[in-house]
């Protein structure tokens, strides 16, 4: 057998591991080489799957293509609110813990970017890197949030069970006492579709009674201050 190319190594890392990180030394290639990820792109795309990344995210991942969704869950799947299993508790939990830490994290990410843009001058004005996400990615409290929505997330036995789910998943990570980013948390859900949703939605008004006010966009909070 013939030893695999760099875009075969990649899809069978992918499909094994389900998501690789963006220091990975063939993700790193990838990210600059149109044409390896073009090839990588069309061998996910024969099995159905497509890769997803963004700049706002520390690794990659891969997800079903539409046409495949259907052939995959059936339309019992496609109609349910999740097609990983979780219960309607586990993912309350995962969107609340989404709201808590991706969006303060992709306002830091931004707000610092620009900063760095600022002070790189003209010359470099095209040039805008974006802090890695574990470097500005806040870590949640295990025992605020159990203070905090215990009672709406089912108390303690759930929120544990739960959390151990989307751990499970690549959701979160444990780091002792604290809740941190996983690397699908902010690859396998919208964030344009969900974050307006969340902070001109109940759960914004539920977060801030809770001590916890969601951080908005900066471009709209200069149109609300104006």
């Not at 190594?9 to 499909?15: D, G, I, K, N």
């Not at 993700?27 to 890769?51: C, F, M, P, S």
Request: charged share 25%.
């Amino acid at each position: 057998m013939s030893p695999l190319d760099d875009a075969q190594q990649l899809a069978a890392q992918l499909l094994a591991r389900r998501w690789l990180p963006r220091s990975h030394p063939l993700v790193k290639r990838a990210l600059i080489d149109t044409e390896l990820w073009n090839q990588l792109g069309a061998r996910l795309a024969g099995v159905g799957l497509q890769l997803v990344d963004n700049v706002h995210a520390d690794h990659i991942s891969v997800a079903l293509l539409r046409p495949a969704e259907s052939a995959v869950f059936g339309e019992a799947g496609l109609a349910a609110n999740n097609n990983l299993d979780l219960p309607r508790d586990g993912v309350a939990l995962l969107v609340v813990l989404w709201s808590l830490i991706v969006l303060p994290k992709r306002q830091r990410q931004v707000a610092r970017s620009d900063a760095i843009h600022a002070g790189q001058g003209e010359f470099f004005a095209t040039d805008k890197p974006m802090p890695q996400a574990a470097s500005v990615a806040p870590l949640i409290s295990y025992r605020s949030l159990l203070a905090d929505f215990g009672d709406q997330l089912g108390k303690k036995l759930r929120l544990d069970t739960n959390l151990k789910l989307l751990e499970r998943h690549g959701f979160v990570t444990r780091r002792g006492e604290d809740i941190a980013e996983g690397p699908l948390l902010d690859l396998l859900i919208d964030y344009d579709l969900l974050a307006p949703r969340i902070l001109d939605g109940a759960l914004g008004d539920v977060l801030a009674r809770a001590g916890h006010p969601l951080p908005r966009p900066q471009e709209e909070q200069q149109d609300i201050d104006d």
